[in-house]
């Protein structure tokens, strides 16, 4: 990387990296820091390069201190690359779970819990079973959920709240819960 970059510069190349190396080895070791795997660092590099070309396409001014900006971006994405490999882990959990052999006996039970469940799910308007697939089956964040549907946080969060209390309200009617 390093090499290709004083290429560049000696062939008289007028475009200008946003980081330099200087900045992009305190970017590396700010994500090596924040436990960021040693393969993934370079695509954490990139993704501080190009917010900092967004913020520059977006006609917003430079940070007055690039490399403070950039380590800062940096800690934010090691935060999200551990958030999403707990999401992956704890979805690979619900996944085994799910293959795993039903107790003898228990198919009975398991039958009448789906069938319930699919009743109570049945009950919810339509809002609210968007909500609450897009949180507990999709196993989005409430942000991503309101960007999805491009409503406030505010809103997913209530409509999260009505639609689990309607859905308990229906398991403990049915005597399943």
Do not use: C
């Amino acid at each position: 990387m390093l090499r290709r970059r004083s290429r560049r510069s000696e062939a008289g190349d007028e475009r200008t990296d946003p980081l330099s190396a200087a900045q992009e080895d305190r970017v590396r070791a700010v994500l090596a820091l924040g436990g960021v795997p040693r393969s993934d660092l370079p695509d954490g590099v990139q993704q501080v390069r190009l917010k900092l070309l967004e913020r520059a396409a977006d006609g917003r001014e430079a940070p007055r201190d690039v490399s403070a900006w950039a380590a800062v971006v940096a800690s934010h994405l090691a935060m999200d690359w551990h958030r999403a490999r707990r999401r992956q882990e704890r979805l690979g959990e619900r996944l085994a779970a799910l293959r795993q052999e039903p107790v003898a006996g228990s198919a009975e039970e398991s039958r009448v819990w789906s069938l319930t469940l699919a009743q109570g799910l049945d009950d919810l308007t339509a809002v609210q079973r968007q909500v609450l697939v897009l949180r507990f089956y999709a196993d989005l964040p409430v942000r991503a959920i309101a960007h999805e549907l491009g409503v406030p946080e505010g809103t997913v969060k209530s409509r999260l709240h009505a639609a689990v209390q309607a859905l308990r309200a229906r398991l403990d009617e049915d005597e399943v819960v």
